[in-house]
């Protein structure tokens, strides 16, 4: 049986005063009872999505600046890592080692060798991300463990250049200390 909105079933309870249902089942006041509400309304996510794009559009360039001086730091590290090396073997072997690019390109990787030719460390390639724009054809150390030409720097830079991230310059000083600095070769 559908009921229409004028009759009153035969099982509702008769209104009673201060009752907030009347007959007919509806608020008499206008209103529901005060009920917890659950979840998030349509504003108030897409308030939340605008925020999150808003921070994501102004951390987005900052987080590629920090790969890129991060991969610059983590090659200049190796390249100093593998002259440290050359050094210390060069004072051990009481040889000339050299720390020379492979292939030509030091992009492509170096290698560390003695006079002999005898491998001693071999470092693969730099990543297509990275440029040397200034390096030496080779670094030499002595018995004595100091370089053959008085020092060398080598110049690590993004190969994109489209970030403001300083170079990278490893520099051998005069004593054969390698080490390195955030900034253009000088």
Known sequence: MIASPDVVPSFAAPCRPGSAVGARGRYARGRAPSVTQRGIARVELAFVLIALAALAAVSVPS???????ERLRSAGADLV????????????????VTVRPIADRWT????VATARGDSIDRRSALGGRVAVPRAPDSIAFGPDGLPGVGGARIQLADADRTTGVASRCVIVDPTGRPRIEAKTCE
Do not use: H, P, T
């Open 63 to 69: 987080f590629g600046n920090l790969v890129v001086a």
């Open 81 to 96: 890592a593998s002259l440290e090396l050359a050094r210390s073997e060069a004072i051990r072997r009481s040889d000339v």
């Open 108 to 111: 492509g990787g170096w290698v």
